[in-house]
């Protein structure tokens, strides 16, 4: 099979064995692979290494569409095939293509486990998201929180800030960050998590019955700093790569 590996002098597009699944793992087949911002610096201590931790495709055998946030201890799925633990997989939401879905799993987990998880958003509370503007992570968390019932706001007394890009950071009764750890604040690198991903995915329905919306996705954060001009153009295009 074709995969992009990571190697010390860069991204090369490879031939490679297929991986066989083991104990309580699936093969899939990759429909599309996406990049984060700085992901290319993660598995330095492994190389080579298949980069990319979101991934839609089909599962073998099945035919199941699916999607997820794959552990970050163990090789990508930029390739056209991934041995994928069963327990981090989700039923694909069925009005995003592949390529809309490779954006969703970062950025929706980052933004749900920031706001419900570690900062415990409640109804009727005032959240304050920096980077809610122009970060993938950021304009997730705010469709979230007023689906939760929450105010979002840019100034003022609030309950709950959530940080996406670090530096002067506004006061709040809670700080929760993805940027750096900082007093006061709780700091969290996002994990993959299947129920939290079925219930992006039961949001985004629910807001297109009650408001004839939809969860808007765009590209992660800061994604121009990826070193994408060491692949060949024809392997990766922007920020998510169709293989079919």
Request: hydrophobic fraction near 40%; proline fraction near 7%.
């Amino acid at each position: 099979m074709l995969a992009v590996r990571l190697h010390d002098d860069g991204l090369k597009v490879e031939e490679i064995d297929t991986p066989s699944p083991g104990p309580g793992e699936v093969l899939v087949r990759v429909h599309a692979a996406a990049i984060t911002r700085d992901e290319l610096e993660w598995p330095v201590d492994r190389l080579p290494a298949i980069p990319s931790y979101e991934l839609p495709g089909v599962v073998v055998g099945s035919g199941d569409e699916v999607y997820a946030l794959t552990p970050f201890d163990r090789d990508g799925v930029a390739a056209e095939y991934a041995v994928v633990p069963a327990g981090v997989l989700a039923p694909k939401p069925l009005r995003l293509s592949h390529v809309e879905a490779a954006a969703l799993p970062m950025g929706g987990l980052t933004a749900w486990q920031a706001l419900f998880v570690h900062g415990r958003l409640a109804r009727g509370e005032r959240v304050l998201v920096t980077g809610a503007a122009s970060g993938g992570v950021g304009h997730i968390a705010v469709q979230l929180a007023r689906h939760a019932g929450a105010t979002v706001v840019d100034s003022g007394p609030v309950d709950l800030v959530f940080d996406t890009r670090g530096g002067g950071v506004p006061a709040g009764e809670r700080v929760v960050t993805i940027a750096e750890e900082m007093p006061g604040a709780i700091y969290f690198i996002v994990e993959p998590d299947r129920e939290q991903l079925l219930e992006l995915r039961t949001t985004r329905g629910r807001r297109r019955a009650s408001r004839g919306g939809r969860l808007g996705l765009s590209a992660h954060e800061g994604t121009g700093g990826v070193r994408a001009s060491r692949v060949p153009r024809e392997a990766w295009q922007g920020r998510a790569r169709g293989w079919h």
